[in-house]
Every structure is written in C-alpha cells, then in structure tokens.
C-alpha cells in the first residue's frame, strides 16, 4: 500500500521474526516485529494514511482488493473524514484524503 520495498540486503523470508521495510527514496524505514501475544484490545501502533496520488476512495477500494476489510466509516458529507480498515490480521489504520483532495477544497486566500 505504501509503496514501500524491501532492502535487497535484508529480504523479509517466510519465519522471519523481523520484517523492515523502506520508503522509495530510502529514507524512512519500519521496522515490524513478530510478538507471541495476540491483539489484546487495541493495536499498539496505529497508522493514518494518506494515498500519494489518486483519492481516498479509489484507495479504499484498492485495499479492500488486496483483503483489506472496512470496519467503520467517517467519511463526512463536505469530504472530510476517513475511512477505518483493519489488514488481514485484524490491525487497524485509517485512510484519510490526499493532499491534493485536501488542497482543492481549502479556500482560496
């Protein structure tokens, strides 16, 4: 989703119990690490993100292609808001507007 890639250095295998992944430029990294406790209540990290190009809605609909599941919407009438999915493992992140969709309704100054 993120566009990010694996380090040709470091490939993230089957069993590995670490799994880092990079942004196109290199410059920033996650690093996701395996813990034997199931999700509890709520996820200790959780990411809001924004599609690089395109619409929120196209984005959703691009994710929940590749097994995302939609859990909650609040998306408002105005085109604010987001969207709440959670990824194949029950882990939760939200879609929020593209910049350029929140650059073309801001007013004009």
Request: net charge negative.
């Amino acid at each position: 989703m993120l566009d990010y890639t694996e380090d040709p250095e470091d490939p993230n295998e089957p069993g590995h119990e670490e799994c880092m992944i990079q942004s196109p430029d290199g410059r920033h990294r996650l690093l996701f690490i395996e813990v034997p406790e199931q999700k509890q209540i709520k996820n200790r990290l959780h990411f809001d993100l924004r599609p690089r190009e395109g619409l929120r809605d196209e984005e959703l609909t691009r994710l929940i292609a590749l097994g995302a599941t939609q859990v909650a919407d609040r998306r408002n009438p105005d085109g604010t808001g987001w969207v709440v999915l959670t990824d194949p493992e029950g882990n939760e992140f939200c879609i929020l507007r593209s910049e350029a969709e929140v650059a073309a309704t801001r007013p004009a100054t």
